[in-house]
């Protein structure tokens, strides 16, 4: 039985593209960035968005082989138990639905920062509230209503950030004639009594950056999910892969390089946008609040993403029978009805996190759900490596493959190091060691689980 017999293939190539933009142009980048910049100055965030880059670049590269071969709604979690093992697989299905759930808690949550731009006395959860209706909505009737809506809200903050980067190159060559080379850049380089260079806080900063840094790309993965329901998926996928990639690393580089110029690093902060600060800082007539407006849009995309592949998730395990079966029913419109509340109800407890550390809780957030998405991403490389072998194993050639990862196994160990090291950077910041312990805990928590319950399913246990 095809298990995705009852999803609608509904999506279209052009919905897969702009899910890639939506899910990873959200918080890290359009928020995030302030942090970033902050915190490994200018040169130094420049520097880790290069190195996310790269590491992206090959995930994507590895899911590319794997989606066109085996476009599942199930994805990372359906291809770890098939090419890892099934606790592997049943460990990636958490940890994709947790940086999801926690995401969405994360933009609901920025998005109450903005909107306090224009009305400080109202408190964040309404806006919580207001979010949640809109994104369940587009989420609830039909995944042609999901890939609209996306559709619409990318487009937004594609064109907002096309306006941002042309406006930006213009600004740069317009400083460049008056003032100079030296001083048009002077935020990259650093110099007082103490101190002379373009790393303030020490080379060290940018791998402890590097983690929050890949949180901006997170998202780009997310058409491993939408395949499951994209019509004729072996041809959408390449095209997906091919369209997004570089369309984002110019844009998420671009942008950083922008904001660096005109931002001193003291200026940025994680509670407010350096889109919106760097306009205001350029003294652009109201486009402090159009940038707000478009902002909020971005990050309810992000947020529409990231409700649609949580509840794939949740719904993916319970097909394999690794939760109860009413979270596998799909209504009659396509949709996994009950996994979508689930992960709706389980990101709006991300809002108490706010209540009880309003300062820290984006960067704890982020933490946890960067982490997470690491250890998704080193699966994906584990997993495409072994669907390789087991495809030569079965007497197949390469070239009949809908899309080829190049490089194997290059390719593969350079995203698992890349991962591996944004994790050991991490660690060496305090702020962020916290979450790296409480992923491990739900690790080893899940891992349990999943080893005490596995004899209630009747799933065969081989990697294939």
């Not at 995030?32 to 880059?53: D, K, Q, R, W």
């Not at 007082?192 to 993965?221: R, W």
């Not at 794939?312 to 009413?326: F, H, N, S, T, V």
Request: overall charge positive; some cysteine.
């Amino acid at each position: 039985m095809d298990k995705d017999k009852l999803f609608v293939r509904d999506l279209k190539t052009r919905h897969l593209v702009m899910i890639a933009f939506g899910g990873a142009m959200g918080t890290g980048l359009f928020v995030g960035t302030g942090e970033s910049l902050h915190t490994a100055g200018p040169l130094g965030t420049l520097i880790a968005y290069c190195v996310a880059a790269i590491i992206v670049y090959s995930i994507m590269l590895s899911l590319g082989e794997l989606s066109s071969y085996f476009p599942n709604t199930g994805s990372f979690g359906d291809y770890a138990y098939r090419f890892i093992s099934p606790s592997a697989g049943y460990l990636v299905f958490w940890l994709y639905w947790l940086n999801w759930v926690t995401t969405v808690a994360i933009e609901f949550i920025a998005v109450g920062f903005l909107m306090g731009k224009w009305f400080p006395d109202v408190p964040i959860w309404v806006w919580v509230v207001c979010c949640t209706v809109i994104i369940f909505g587009f989420n609830f009737y039909r995944v042609k209503v999901f890939g609209e809506s996306e559709f619409i809200l990318s487009s937004i903050k594609v064109i907002a950030v096309v306006i941002f980067l042309i406006f930006g190159v213009v600004m740069i060559a317009y400083h460049l004639y008056l003032n100079g080379f030296e001083i048009t850049f002077a935020n990259f380089y650093f110099h007082s009594d103490s101190y002379s260079g373009f790393f303030p806080n020490g080379f060290e900063a940018v791998f402890v950056t590097i983690l929050a840094v890949n949180f901006a790309f997170t998202g780009t993965e997310a058409i491993g999910v939408a395949i499951g329901e994209t019509k004729d998926p072996a041809k959408a996928m390449p095209k997906a892969i091919n369209a997004t990639l570089w369309r984002l690393i110019v844009f998420f580089i671009g942008s950083v390089f922008v904001i660096a110029t005109f931002m001193p690093m003291n200026s940025a902060t994680i509670t407010e946008s350096p889109f919106v600060g760097v306009l205001e800082m350029l003294k652009v007539p109201f486009a402090g609040d159009i940038m707000n407006i478009i902002l909020i849009f971005a990050l309810l995309s992000t947020a529409n993403t990231g409700l649609y592949t949580s509840a794939r998730m949740i719904w993916g395990l319970a097909e394999k029978k690794l939760l109860p079966k009413l979270f596998a029913k799909i209504n009659h419109r396509g949709i996994p009805i009950n996994s979508l509340c689930l992960s709706m109800l389980v990101s709006l407890l991300g809002l108490l996190t706010y209540f009880y550390a309003p300062k820290s809780v984006i960067n704890n957030l982020i933490a946890v759900s960067s982490l997470a998405m690491m250890l998704v991403w080193v699966s994906v490389s584990i997993a495409q490596y072994r669907f390789r072998k087991w495809y030569l194993a079965q007497g197949k050639k390469v070239e009949d493959l809908p899309y080829k990862t190049p490089l194997t196994p290059g390719i593969q160990i350079l995203g698992i190091i890349g991962c591996v090291f944004s994790i050991i950077g991490a660690y060496f910041d305090v702020n962020q060691r916290g979450a790296i312990y409480g992923t491990i805990i739900f690790c080893v928590v899940f891992l349990i689980i999943y080893f005490i319950t596995k004899h209630l399913t009747k799933e065969k246990q081989g990697i294939i």
